[in-house]
């Protein structure tokens, strides 16, 4: 059967259920919950004091509650410790067991349309022209789509070459937990991190660092004949790091200052001995430029 979709296996879904959800995300997230309509995602993520990213994630606004959208890998661990916050806040959170995570890695053009046995449907909000998400029970997306994911899912090869292609770093593919801060993955261009928000764990951290004024990483597409995740991003210094990497187009993590000044001197910028192409949005180039001016 032919589909658009792609069943993301290493994706789950947290359930945060109960009066006190919001006002409990409000003062633990690094994303805005005021004026949060239902059926409306937010890119977000959980932060260690020291301002590290714990887990980022997908947070669906429904009628009970809030349904993020978190790496498979650790989210018991993560259930835990939203737990531990909780204190006496009114909020029960488990993990979905009965909903499956997809994918459409194709425009939507900013609309949801209903999609067969979708629970719910909702635009990722790191997409310009969004991207469908899906949150399905299992029976009944089976009941439409086939009883295996070989009949209903696209390669998810698909759906990590689209989310390189517009450089949207995915936690455990170009990042571990506790290994990077917000920027280091863009989550503030992306609208993941609210610096005008009350307070929440991280916080003084994260303002620092933008407060301070250039950024110093950052996570950007590149292209080449030779791309292996891992191997070194390389000019006349050692620039950054492939963190992943899709035939001839992956993820980057990378030194802007040191970049700037590759390109200033117009040396070639390789990885694994090949040279690598790094387009760049007016956003990137405007932090460029700074590092070219200091």
Known sequence: MSTPFVYLQHRCVIALQGPDTIKL??????AQTNHWPVGEARYGALLSPQGKIISDFLALRDNEGVLLDVPRNGSEALVQKLKMFRMRSDVDIEIATDLLVLAEPAPATNQVRPVSGAKYVFLDPRYDQGRLRIFAPADE???????????WSQPVDAYHTDRTMHGIAEQDF???SLTVFPADINMDLLGGVDLKKGCFIGQEVVSRMHRRGNIRKR???VRGAALVAGAPVMAALPIGEITSAIGDIGLARLRLDRLAKAISEQATVSANGAPVEIPVDDNIQLELDAFKTT
């Open 25 to 30: 995300l409000e003062r633990l997230i690094a």
């Open 141 to 151: 997306w089976a009941a439409w789509h086939g009883p295996s994911a070989a009949e």
């Open 174 to 176: 170009d990042f571990d």
């Open 219 to 221: 996570t950007l597409t």
